[in-house]
């Protein structure tokens, strides 16, 4: 597989990424420790995670199976956003819920709604040098490293980030080894306040892509990319089902059936891959074979001509006014 070097952390790794935020959440620890090592597997050896994920146990998981692989994956973890107080009883809702969203897969979106409505504002997390130390030590525990490869600020805006001691202890922790390199995770409407006015802070940037965006210009901050389906996939597909024409001319210029699912899928991650080039892409799957197939993606040529063409013509409808 393609791999990169990860921003100026020094460590190459693999272009596609696997997110771990499913890990621990409608999957067991069994299931979540299967998945992670689908991925290994499948040559993937980037995995990111973060304190809020799984209910707040992914990243111990994630600790049990980086332990089995000692020194062969980077990792990303993030400090800001943390699980609630009472996970624990959440755990056990998390528990009895599985078996209804395996047969009720449509509620996991309304769940995930509701869930982040009860965060509030009151949940905002606080970016300071006490904070961060804590968060830290947590999380190098939790994954059971003494190195974590990235670090980012967890949604922080450009107004969070006004002490100048974090950018100092950042900048120490890469200095003492502790951490290979910093950045912000955030959505993408935040990212350009923050390198306008946070520079700093984001050697590394993490944000949504997919081929409903446009190229992004070559900058200073490594990037790494996330959102390349989901959402994205469900409203292109959605379009291209309501319009049958449309889908058959797409699909003779990408020689492609791009109005089945899986096919207008790969094509999506891959375009990703190719119109990112300097950059980690992360998925998420819980389907050992969908992680196989996303792994190949990687190095198939004839996959990237295709998500090509398929981008061209998503951004010439865009521009054009059409909605896609």
């Known amino acids: 597989m393609q791999t990169i070097t990860l921003g100026n952390s020094g460590r190459e790794t693999t272009r596609l990424g696997f997110g771990c935020s499913s890990v621990m959440g409608a999957l067991g620890r069994k299931d979540s420790l299967k998945m992670l090592e689908a991925a290994f597997d499948a040559g993937i050896r980037h995995f990111d ?97 003494d190195r974590i490869d990235v670090w980012l600020l967890h949604e922080a805006t450009a107004e969070d980030l006004v002490h100048d001691s974090l950018l100092r202890l950042m900048e120490d922790l890469v200095g003492s080894g502790k951490v290979g390199t910093f950045g912000v995770g955030s959505g993408r409407e935040k990212i350009p306040a923050l390198l306008a006015e946070r520079a700093g802070y984001c050697p590394v940037v993490q944000y949504e892509w997919s081929v409903l965006d446009g190229l992004i210009a070559p900058g200073e901050s490594f990037r790494i990319h996330h959102r390349a389906l989901t959402e994205n996939f469900r409203a292109l597909h959605a379009a291209l089902a309501e319009d049958g024409a449309r889908a058959k001319r797409w699909s003779a210029a990408c020689a492609a059936n791009v109005a089945d699912a899986e096919v207008l899928a790969r ?51 865009a521009e054009a006014g059409v909605n896609v």
């Open 49 to 145: 995670v973060a304190p809020l994920y799984g209910y707040g146990e992914a990243e111990g998981c994630l600790g049990e199976f980086l332990a089995r692989h000692k020194g062969a994956v980077s990792v990303t973890t993030k400090f800001g956003m943390a699980p609630e107080d009472g996970r624990s009883l959440k755990a056990v809702v998390r528990g009895l819920a599985r078996p209804v969203l395996k047969m009720l897969p449509g509620l996991k979106a309304g769940l995930r709604g509701a869930a982040a409505a009860s965060m509030g504002e009151a949940a905002r997390p606080v970016f300071n040098v006490g904070n961060a130390h804590a968060s830290l030590n947590r999380s190098l525990q939790a994954l059971q490293v």
């Open 267 to 317: 094509l999506m991650l891959k375009a990703s891959l190719m119109c990112n080039p300097d950059s980690v892409i992360l998925f998420s799957s819980k389907r050992p074979e969908h992680i196989r197939n996303n792994a190949a993606l990687v190095d198939d040529v004839a996959a990237g001509e295709q998500a090509l063409q398929l981008y061209a013509l998503v951004r010439a409808e």
